[in-house]
T-cell receptor, first 110, second 113 residues
Framework: EDQVTQSPEALRLQEGESSSLNCSYT??????LFWYRQDPGKGPEFLFT???AGEEKEKERLKATLTKKESFLHITAPKPEDSATYLC???????????FGQGTELSVKP | ETGVTQSPTHLIKTRGQQVTLRCSSQ?????VSWYQQALGQGPQFIFQ???????GRGNFPPRFSGLQFPNYSSELNVNALELDDSALYLC????????????FGEGSRLTVL
């Protein structure tokens, strides 16, 4: 059965304290892995798509990496405005749906 | 802003009632999907529409139904509302039925009393 698990569920950082969020997945036929950011009461905001193991993508303080079993979202020198829930989702070759993890709630304190 | 707009943003219904939620997809996007997000959970796939036909469905009962119109906008209808239907309902669009990034609207917050 396809499954996506994110860890930790919640992460508290001090401003400038770098860390990583993990997304472990089991899926038959991965078409792509997506990272989204979601602010409270808002819809998910697209960040990255990764398609193959070894691929990396960067955007400002965020860097996403992918292996055959997991993806990491690295946050370098975070700022309070990076506080949000980060969602990971996988897209299978068959069907158009995304399968989401439960998210990691990130809080960055000044 | 993604260009995906949803209405209404918030609504309150009572158990047993029916609700219709609406979505306008981003310009150029012909595929629309709907997700249900309970508090503290990731979004769960309800169904997807491509060229006005349903072409994928998650584990939701038949009282969840939808439509897509020729201009690619979409509706989600839920009959016989239950308390557990309280959630954020998200509409998302992409450029084709099976590829490309999915862009979400801000959602419709449904509360069932």
């Amino acid at each position: 059965e396809d499954q996506v698990t994110q860890s930790p569920e919640a992460l508290r950082l001090q401003e400038g304290e770098s860390s990583s969020l993990n997304c472990s997945y089991t899926v038959s036929g991965l078409r792509g892995l997506f990272w989204y950011r979601q602010d409270p009461g808002k819809g998910p905001e697209f960040l990255f798509t990764l398609y193959s193991a070894g691929e990396e993508k960067e955007k400002e303080r965020l860097k996403a990496t992918l292996t055959k079993k997991e993806s990491f979202l690295h946050i370098t020198a975070p700022k309070p405005e990076d506080s949000a829930t980060y969602l990971c989702a996988v897209h299978r070759h068959q069907g158009g749906k995304l399968i989401f993890g439960q998210g990691t709630e990130l809080s960055v304190k000044p | 802003e993604t260009g995906v707009t949803q209405s209404p943003t918030h609504l309150i219904k009572t158990r047993g009632q029916q609700v219709t939620l609406r979505c306008s997809s981003q310009s150029g996007h012909n595929t629309v999907s709907w997700y249900q997000q309970a508090l503290g959970q990731g979004p769960q796939f309800i169904f997807q529409y491509y060229r006005e036909e349903e072409n994928g469905r998650g584990n939701f009962p038949p009282r969840f139904s939808g439509l897509q119109f020729p201009n690619y906008s979409s509706e989600l209808n839920v009959n016989a509302l239950e308390l557990d239907d309280s959630a954020l309902y998200l509409c998302a669009s992409r450029t084709s039925s099976n590829t490309g990034e999915l862009f979400f609207g801000e959602g419709s917050r449904l509360t069932v009393l």
